[in-house]
């Protein structure tokens, strides 16, 4: 029987969370965050729930500590709150997992089977850790508060933006606090499947249906429960856009060669550059497939109306790289806030890097490093 950490101070919120575990785990009550790290070590957990306590200054720093400590094992958080603010902050301090509180049993325990799983133990993760999307200014605000009203719907959404703005990070946001985050994310760029192989690449095969046809799932199949994504939808052929528009009406796709139906079960969510309302009154993008894709539109805002996230993407982006070794100076910050960015948060990141390249050997990025 797996044993279960849970660090919870509020004694009706661990009572709660030790009965809803007492059946098929073992749960190991820590009521003292303090002690949380011993904890870990006493009980060698399988997972570990820490409940967060609301404007604690630390409660970050308690999922980190517990982190180093289990060595590598899951970490669901869970708080009354709920902010995608706060749920990035979590899978950055360590948590593999956040839940509302007061979370129903079965969600819990979904949660923790998810933990549990083969695919997680082999090195599978939750969070999208390696891209940031939110802000403090005014327009990130506003995309924050709308990702978060999107994602608990199972409507299609089109995300639009500049080149670099960070469309598939949002798609795995939405992903990540929907009903269907522990199903699979699936991405597929339009632009770069050949167009040859679309029908295999996002229906699948099956075997004979051409020379050295095997079985296979495509795209449509993998995503299965979970969410499909694609990006550069703009660039999707005619022959695309039309097997594209029957699937989202149909609910239903036949794989290459197959000689029954499969049901389509994703959400789906793409992404273009374009427009694709003067494309659709062009005659380069089906309308009827827009009014398909567009029920929910994320607007993604490009960099250069975000300038007050600017230092703290940049700086994000060296402690990733770093481990916290390398800061920006004041000098630094000063030329990367004054500059447009035409290639976004995209370009932020690489042009940081490029930095860090330069001033090796050095505790800190001065202007001198910063290269456009």
Same mark, same amino acid.
């Given at each position: &029987? ?49 409940g967060l306590r609301p404007g604690s200054s630390d409660r970050y720093d308690l999922i980190r500590r517990v982190a180093a400590e289990s060595g590598g094992v899951p970490i669901i958080a869970l708080s009354f709150q709920a902010e995608p603010s706060e749920i990035v ?10 839940? @509302? ?6 969600? $819990? ?18 969070s999208s850790r390696g891209g940031h999307l939110l802000g403090r200014c005014a327009a990130s605000r506003a995309t924050e508060d709308r990702l978060r009203l999107y994602a608990d719907s199972n409507f299609p959404v089109l995300i639009v933006g500049e080149s670099g ?36 690449? $996002? ?70 550059? @374009? ?24 607007? &993604?805002?490009?960099?250069?109306? @975000? ?50 390249? $330069? ?14």
């Open positions: &029987m797996e044993t279960i950490l849970v660090v919870e101070d509020d004694p009706a919120e661990a009572r709660t969370l030790v009965s809803h575990l007492a059946e098929g785990y073992r749960p190991f009550l820590c009521p003292e965050p303090r002690g949380a790290p011993a904890a870990a070590r006493r009980c060698s957990p399988s997972a570990v729930l820490i902050l979590a899978m950055r301090a360590g948590a593999w997992d956040y839940l @509302r509180k007061p979370s129903p049993p079965e969600e $819990l325990r979904r949660a923790i089977s998810g933990a549990l799983s083969p695919g997680r133990r082999q090195g599978g993760t939750r703005t960070g469309k598939e990070i949002a798609a795995r946001a939405l992903h990540e606090l929907s009903q269907r985050r522990y199903g699979p994310f699936v991405a597929r760029n339009c632009a770069a499947i050949p167009e040859l192989l679309v029908e295999s690449e $996002l229906f699948g095969t099956e075997r004979g249906a051409f020379t050295d046809a095997v079985t296979r799932p495509g795209a449509f199949e993998l995503a299965r429960e979970g969410l499909l994504f694609l990006d550069e939808i703009g660039d999707a052929t005619p022959q695309l856009q039309a097997k594209l528009l029957r699937v989202l009406e149909t609910g239903e796709f036949w794989r290459l060669g197959g000689r029954t139906s499969v049901a389509a079960d994703f959400r789906f969510v793409s992404a273009t550059g @374009r427009n694709l309302k003067r494309a659709a009154e062009e005659g380069r993008f089906r309308p009827d497939l827009l009014y398909r894709i567009d029920t929910l539109v994320l607007e &993604m805002p490009p960099l250069r109306d @975000r300038r007050e996230d600017i230092p703290d993407l940049a700086s994000h982006f060296a402690l990733l790289a770093t481990r916290g070794r390398v800061c920006l100076s004041p000098g630094a910050m000063d030329k990367i806030s004054g500059y447009d960015w035409p290639g976004n948060v995209r370009e932020l990141r690489n042009v940081v890097h490029r930095a860090l390249v $330069l001033a090796t050997g050095r505790d800190e990025i001065g202007p001198e490093h910063i290269e456009f």
